[in-house]
């Protein structure tokens, strides 16, 4: 089992819609939680970044983190072609430097 | 803020050649790390320098694989004698340790490695 599981979709929704991403994970040691933005044969772009459980806001982005259930969430509000991508989610423990990473969720939003 | 930088953006050599990748990071960030990503995969991590210190390896780092940060600012990857199985994106990124606390990984868009 990996120890973060998310969804590789592809998820297409209509322009417009609210799309909602998310993550499990299996051990409770992670910390910090991240979610980036990935377009085809770039590099992996930081949208939001969390620490422990709660929810943060910027634009059109919210995440969530639900450590008790070992869950979080990316929400993004009136969605755009150009979010088309892929959204990684990524995640900590505190005192050791290596990102571990999901597969990926494909997201594609259609005109 | 210029960002990392990767070079080149896109490797093809021979199976058996060696290669060699440079990251050049955020220019006040002292946290460096490499990450290799296959085809519809999340990046896994390689391995982690501060400043010039090589701090973390991963199991995934053979002993064909090496990487160097000599003046703690810039970074090369080396891979000898490549196979068919080191074909994947690698991706170089940074941090500070402002504040002793873990700081967000801001990522370089890539070197991309295809082994004919």
């Known amino acids: 089992q990996k120890e973060v599981e998310q969804d590789p979709g592809p998820l297409s929704v209509p322009e417009g819609a609210i799309v909602s991403l998310n993550c499990t994970y299996s051990n409770s040691a992670f910390q910090y939680f991240m979610w980036y933005r990935q377009y085809s044969r770039k590099g992996p772009e930081l949208l939001m970044y969390?620490?422990?459980?709660g929810n943060k806001e910027d634009g059109r982005f919210t995440a969530q983190v639900d450590k008790s259930s070992k869950y979080i969430s990316l929400f993004i509000r009136d969605s755009q072609p150009s979010d088309s991508a892929t959204y990684l989610c990524a995640m900590i423990y505190t005192g050791f430097q290596k990102l571990v990473f999901g597969t990926g969720t494909r997201l594609l939003v259609s005109p | 803020d210029t960002g990392v930088s990767q070079n080149p953006r896109h490797k093809i050599t021979k199976r058996g050649q060696n290669v060699t990748f440079r990251c050049d990071p955020i220019s006040e960030h002292n946290r460096l790390y490499w990450y290799r990503q296959t085809l519809g995969q999340g990046p896994e991590f390689l391995t982690y320098f501060q400043n010039e210190a090589q701090l973390e390896k991963s199991r995934l780092l053979s002993d064909r694989f090496s990487a160097e940060r000599p003046k703690g600012s810039f970074s090369t990857l080396e891979i000898q004698r490549t196979e068919q199985g080191d074909s994947a994106m690698y991706l170089c990124a940074s941090s500070s340790n402002r504040d002793r606390g873990n700081q967000p990984q801001h990522f370089g868009d890539g070197t991309r490695l295809s082994i004919l």
């Open positions: 969390t620490y422990s459980s």
